[in-house]
């Protein structure tokens, strides 16, 4: 077996124990690629999944909006409370930690599987909720930057 087949199936089988179904699919899907023949299609995986898969998530998040649940006047309301100002707030730190998680990861592929394991560990262990690797890249990158500067 191959060590690429070995660390998806141990991919599966993490998600599987953790429930992270998003996980569970993209190493089946991995690994139905790579053993089908079918790899040539890696690279286009590689570059346009996370592209496709912030829109889902940006489509997700403004459907209320397209579904009348959240209008102009609610969004004007809960803008001016602490909440709203803290919200668009961590909105902006969250998009500069993603932007710099996504060059950590393109720049240091091998940090993607210790930030699987570790959201891995968070969910079955401490009842952490799935996420994706790039908000982790980000802290991780972020935190780099501090240990760096502190050296």
């Given at each position: 077996?191959?060590?690429?087949?070995?660390?998806?199936?141990?991919?599966?089988?993490?998600?599987?124990?953790?429930?992270?179904?998003?996980?569970?699919?993209?190493?089946?899907?991995?690994?139905?690629?790579?053993?089908?023949?079918?790899?040539?299609?890696?690279?286009?995986?590689?570059?346009?999944?996370?592209?496709?898969?912030?829109?889902?998530?940006?489509?997700?998040?403004?459907?209320?909006?397209a579904t009348g649940e959240?209008?102009?006047?609610?969004?004007?309301?809960?803008?001016?409370?602490?909440?709203?100002?803290?919200?668009?707030?961590?909105?902006?730190?969250?998009?500069?930690?993603?932007?710099?998680?996504?060059?950590?990861?393109?720049?240091?592929?091998?940090?993607?599987?210790?930030?699987?394991v570790g959201i891995i560990?968070?969910?079955?262990?401490?009842?952490?909720?799935?996420?994706?690797?790039?908000?982790?890249?980000?802290?991780?990158?972020?935190?780099?930057?501090?240990?760096?500067?502190?050296?």
């Amino acid at each position: 077996m191959s060590q690429t087949n070995l660390i998806l199936i141990i991919l599966f089988i993490l998600g599987l124990l953790s429930k992270d179904h998003a996980l569970i699919i993209s190493a089946l899907i991995l690994f139905g690629l790579k053993n089908l023949k079918l790899d040539h299609w890696l690279p286009v995986v590689e570059q346009y999944s996370v592209k496709v898969g912030i829109m889902l998530i940006m489509l997700g998040i403004l459907t209320p909006v397209a579904t009348g649940e959240l209008d102009l006047l609610q969004i004007k309301e809960t803008i001016k409370t602490p909440l709203g100002v803290i919200g668009v707030g961590m909105g902006i730190i969250v998009t500069l930690l993603t932007r710099d998680g996504l060059n950590l990861m393109n720049t240091t592929p091998e940090v993607v599987p210790n930030l699987v394991v570790g959201i891995i560990l968070g969910i079955a262990f401490f009842g952490g909720v799935p996420s994706g690797p790039i908000i982790a890249s980000g802290i991780t990158a972020f935190l780099i930057k501090i240990f760096r500067f502190l050296s």
